[in-house]
């Protein structure tokens, strides 16, 4: 069965570009959540979904990001314009339900902007 | 105050030897507990979840949950260096998912 899939792996960038990361989550799973990771900030969750809806995008940074789920099978994170402050690993997780919450985690994203 | 505090570490243990990992948070309202495993350049991967107060043991692995103290610990027994890396503590309010900036564990051979 596979795992969460994110693309691309590695993004080198220039500041002023637009970035989008992409991810599928695993088939059945009803919850998508997209996060950053960086040394200084730790784990932060930006925004997840529910059956392709957002439910919550109180941890999206600012309005240079975006993110969709046009279908259960695929998402979308959107930096535009990119800066070097959002130079960080992206990681996508799935889940099913929400209560009792476990997440699988894709591989991530790890974007360098110059 | 974050909602859920880790001592960053480095904490480190010798092989075969017991690693405790804790993590308090300060919603009241949480409901479901975590720990994840990361290992340098990898993805967080779920070891351990709880959603009672008291014990839960999983192979080497045992939760602990106190809610009443806002506490949630890991014991790890037989320490193994693959154990290495560093654990996460998330704690999910219902609405919102909040991870620790982790503990980092070394296991010394």
């Known amino acids: 069965d596979a795992g969460v899939i994110q693309s691309p792996r590695h993004e080198v960038t220039e500041m002023g570009q637009e970035v989008t990361l992409r991810c599928k989550p695993i088939?059945?799973?009803?919850?998508l959540f997209w996060y950053r990771q960086t040394m200084m900030r730790g784990l932060e969750l930006l925004i997840y979904?529910?059956?392709?809806?957002?439910?919550?995008d109180s941890g999206m940074p600012e309005d240079r990001f975006s993110a969709k789920m046009p279908n259960a099978s695929f998402s979308t994170l959107k930096i535009q314009p990119s800066e070097p402050r959002d130079s960080a690993v992206y990681f996508c997780?799935?889940?099913?339900?929400?209560?009792?919450?476990?997440?699988?985690f894709g591989p991530g994203t790890r974007l360098t902007v110059l | 105050q974050k909602e859920v505090e880790q001592n960053s570490g480095p904490l480190s243990v010798p092989e075969g030897a017991i690693a405790s990992l804790n993590c308090t948070y300060s919603?009241?309202?949480?409901?479901?507990f975590f720990w994840y495993r990361q290992y340098s350049g990898k993805s967080p991967e779920l070891i351990m979840s709880?959603?009672?107060?008291g014990d839960k043991e999983d192979g080497r692995f045992t939760a602990q949950l106190n809610k009443a103290s806002q506490y949630v610990s890991l014991l790890i027994r037989d320490s193994q260096p693959s154990d290495s890396a560093t654990y996460l503590c998330a704690v999910n309010t219902g609405n919102q998912f909040y991870f620790g900036t982790g503990t980092s564990l070394t296991v010394i051979p």
């Open positions: 919603d009241r309202v949480s409901q479901s």
């Open positions: 979904f529910n059956n392709n809806v957002p439910i919550d």
């Open positions: 088939s059945g799973h009803d919850y």
């Open positions: 709880i959603y009672s107060n």
């Open positions: 997780a799935s889940s099913r339900g929400t209560r009792r919450n476990e997440q699988f």
